[in-house]
């Protein structure tokens, strides 16, 4: 007798961890947070230019814009940091219409060293200026076609570390060294990430979180498929970015019984999408969990002023309330209008403050929350088998029109 079935057995949390300390020995991410940050520090005191412009696409950059987004207002950094990861032609043209190019180090990252858009970009940055080891970086696997470029012209280089996928590389070269340049603190970064590893793998405050959600998701994932982070700071947009790469390209795989998995991410803004999604999320279908993430200190004591308008005196309640109160409040009323329904899985993240420990603390957590629920779904959270079949017609079709 034959017999087949598509059934995840149970698996228990003790498992999932065993599996996932196995893992920590040869999957990269992980153990980022001991790195020695000494050469990217003395690099980035060496960089004189002001402009700093990072050459890559996904996650050789969503990670670095989402920590230099939630920074950047509330630090005096010395350089400007600019992404391009586009080939959209206005994109680029805009961009670097704005930036002066004799005053501008260029990093090209790419992992593989051959990702097209970002050798296309490079390629047309190298027509508008010289690109040569005064004004560019390189940061790529050792044995890349990029990495040979480099050393060919003399350009100086750092390692992406083959067993450390780009979109789990931010706390790699490919994130630190450009944010060190322009003045963000990265041993608080790490500190921060450090701080999740050490909860999780101890199996203290960071583990339950991690395995209770990641159970939740994965158990419940017929009934809510998609998972919508709902962050309460425009601050935190590019993390949402981040998460949703994250998310998507890591569990939307075929697992072991060759069935297709995968969990949505989106990501919105509050209270920005207060007036919009959140209709879709309280009297949509429910197929949607809901994390809320707050800040809880924004460093900012700007007020709504006592200025009378007339006809609006009604409002006049939110005279001299700090808008850092506001946008928690309207947090708040969010996640007490989803809790009174019953019916929407809803959980509640609070960064403490705009800080890089905090934001490194949330971004680990979900890197963590990634691989378990990949564990979970039988699935390889590290692979992107669908990303490369796009690229490999991609590279046919523009060899075919040679």
Known sequence: MNYQHNFNPTISDEDIFSEIVKEKDYIG?????????SEYKEYAKSVKQKNIVVIGIGGSTLGTYAIYKFLKYSKSLSKKLYFLETTDPIDIKSKLENIDLEDTLFIVISKSGTTIETVSIFKYIHSLVTCDKNNTLVITESDSKLNEYAKANEIMSFEIPKNVGGRFSVFSAVGLVPLAIVGIDIDALLSGAKETHDSFFSQTQAYERVLNKARFFVE???SFNINVVFSYSSRLDGFNKWYIQLWGESLGKIDINSTRQGLTPIGIIGPIDQHSFLQLIVEGRRDKTVTVIKVED??????????????LEELDYTDNIEFSSLINEQADAT???INNLGDIPCDV??????SENSIARLMYE???LTSVCAKFMYIDAYDQPGVEAGKIILKQKLKANL
Do not use: A
Not at 29 to 37: A, E, I, K, P, R
């Open 349 to 354: 993240i609070t960064i403490d403050s705009v």
């Open 366 to 368: 979900y890197e963590l």
């Open 220 to 222: 419940y994932k017929n």
């Open 29 to 37: 991410y992980y153990n980022l947070v001991f790195s020695d940050t």
């Open 298 to 311: 924004f460093h900012s004591n700007l007020k709504i002023p006592s200025v009378k308008l007339e006809g």
């Open 335 to 337: 996640i007490e209008s």
